[in-house]
Each structure stands twice: as structure tokens, then as C-alpha cells.
């Protein structure tokens, strides 16, 4: 059974930092790109920023320099540090993992809640 558990959400205030965790069971970790998208009420799901399994990134250009994505292969977990928090940034983010082989399979989190406010 595939499981992916997001954690690190919370409430900030403008300018702040939050790091999420997300760890992995059920899957090769190695063979997957894990991601970070977010959903604001509204509003589409949106790629925040991807890490490939070469730990090659790719990040959205609202959060360009303020955040980064990592991961650690030996503990099947992704993190996203994301620093100078802004209001817009408040959504429900998702981890994902897309298989990179094939047969391809993606796999979401539940999702953690990120709140910027004053």
C-alpha cells in the first residue's frame, strides 16, 4: 500500500518559514520524481516545485528563491523549505510522486495546510 504523508503545515505570519516533510512508503523512492503542488480555495492545483530522482529541480516562478525542494533517499522523504512567506502562498499543499519507469504511476499525499497571515 502506497502511502504518502505530508507534515510541517501550520500558521505563519508574512515573512516567515515553514518546512514540510513528506514521507514516502510503498514505492521505490529512487525510481520516482517527487513534487510539491498547492491548491488555494478557488483556485487550480498548481506545481510549487519537483525534484528529479538525479535531485535535478524545477520550481514555479512564484516561489523562485524562496523556497527550495530536497530529498533524502535513505529516509523515502521530501522536503520543501519555504522561506519569506507571503500571503498568496496560503493553500492546501500536496506531495506527489510520479514514476519515472514505466509502467507510470503517480501517488498524492492528503495534503497540509499552509496558512500566511498576521
Known amino acids: 500500500q502506497v502511502q504518502l504523508v505530508e507534515s510541517g503545515g501550520g500558521l505563519v505570519q508574512p515573512g516567515g518559514s515553514l518546512r514540510l516533510s513528506c514521507a514516502a512508503s510503498?514505492?521505490?523512492?529512487?525510481?520516482?520524481?517527487m513534487g510539491w503542488y498547492r491548491q488555494a480555495p478557488e483556485k487550480q492545483r498548481e506545481l510549487v516545485a519537483e525534484?528529479?530522482?538525479?535531485?535535478?529541480?524545477n520550481y514555479a516562478d512564484s516561489v523562485r528563491g524562496r523556497f527550495t525542494v530536497s530529498r533524502d533517499d535513505a529516509k523515502n522523504t521530501v522536503y520543501l523549505q519555504m522561506n519569506s512567506l507571503k500571503p498568496e502562498d496560503t493553500a492546501v499543499y500536496y506531495c506527489?510522486?510520479?514514476?519515472?519507469?514505466?509502467?507510470?504511476?503517480?501517488?498524492w499525499g492528503q495534503g497540509t495546510q499552509v496558512t500566511v497571515s498576521s
Open positions: 510503498g514505492i521505490v523512492f529512487s525510481e520516482y520524481t
Open positions: 525534484i528529479e530522482n538525479t535531485a535535478a529541480a
Open positions: 506527489n510522486a510520479d514514476r519515472i519507469f514505466w509502467p507510470s504511476a503517480v501517488y
